[in-house]
């Protein structure tokens, strides 16, 4: 069970729910493609190395190398995983973070205005910058979203719904 249903008021329903978009996940995928192999041929290629010390540094590198890759990309993806957003037909909460928890929930007869940005890579891959501006408050923006036109859309729907 989520942030998002341990959370839940009386009467509250989910309406719609979204995450992350996987391109966050693109950098860290770039990192563990290029640093884990290095690791594995330094690995390989350290019985080349002539000296004790030299061929023991080769193995350093190499597994340093491999745990960098790995661990940045075990990172990125707890990261995306600990990210929920969703529009009840109540609120839309906005929850990110597993270790360090970061949550923002506007009832929807405080919202303002909805807005999304998507720049030429988020329209063709369906993600974008979702700003919320709620009556008296600040404007708070949260990147990547997926599906972020849709999830506009059905903050849209349950605010006409429950005037």
């Known amino acids: 069970m989520g942030y998002v249903e341990q959370n839940l008021i009386s009467g509250e329903q989910i309406a719609y729910r979204s995450t992350l978009h996987w391109v966050v996940l693109l950098r860290s995928m770039l990192v563990f493609v290029i640093l884990t192999p290095l690791g594995v041929v330094m690995l390989i290629e350290a019985s080349n190395v002539n000296g004790s010390q030299g061929r023991e540094a080769v193995n350093i590198l190499g597994i340093v190398a491999i745990v960098l890759g790995v661990v940045d990309l075990v990172a990125a993806m707890i ?24 949550s923002e929930e506007i009832f929807l007869s405080k919202i303002e205005s909805v807005t999304v940005n998507e720049g030429l890579w988020g329209r063709a891959l369906n993600y974008g910058t979702i700003n919320v501006r709620g009556t008296g408050g600040t404007l708070e923006p949260f990147h990547k979203i997926a599906h972020a036109q849709e999830f506009r859309r059905q903050i849209q729907e349950q605010i006409s719904r429950n005037p």
Do not use: D, P, Q
């Not at 009840?88 to 909460?93: E, L, S």
């Open 79 to 102: 990261r995306r995983s600990g990210a929920e957003f969703a529009v009840t037909n109540k609120r839309v909460i906005f929850k990110i973070g597993l270790m360090k928890r970061s």
